[in-house]
């Protein structure tokens, strides 16, 4: 790796972070639920967005270095594995177990679903 591409990885994984506080306090103003709708939905637009970028650099309209920079830094910044176990347990500590369930099973086969679907389009549209 040289050094422009850590430089970039370092920016993007910094303006991902930024992007999910901002997406993160815009969902929480608005659902004001016991279930982290938030960590979810990032989780999610993130897999579905890894998942296009994937099939982008496999079929060559994406360079490998553009790839990482977006997907290991804007994405890796962006969403948040660490955050949604934690959700996951807090929901278990509070005896929300159906919540607590949903979100572990949940997060995992829709973001499974989400990364699916992305590489799916993004193939279908590169042809």
């Known amino acids: 790796m040289n050094a422009w591409v850590f430089a970039a990885l370092a920016v993007a994984g910094g303006v ?3 992007a999910r506080f ?3 306090g815009l969902i929480r103003s608005r659902f004001r639920t016991v279930f982290p709708w938030a960590t979810f939905a990032i989780n999610v637009t993130g897999s579905l967005a890894l998942g296009a970028l994937t099939a982008l650099t496999a079929g060559s309209l994406l360079p490998a270095s553009a790839s990482f920079i977006a997907g290991a830094g804007f994405l890796g910044g962006y969403t948040t594995f660490s955050t949604a176990s934690y ?3 807090r929901l278990l500590g509070e005896h929300r177990y159906a919540a607590s369930l949903a979100n572990a099973l949940g997060t995992l086969l829709v973001c499974l679903g989400a990364a699916a679907l992305g590489y799916w389009a993004a193939s279908a549209w590169t042809g």
């Open 87 to 89: 959700e996951t347990v």
């Open 16 to 18: 991902g972070a930024v």
């Open 22 to 24: 901002v997406v993160d």
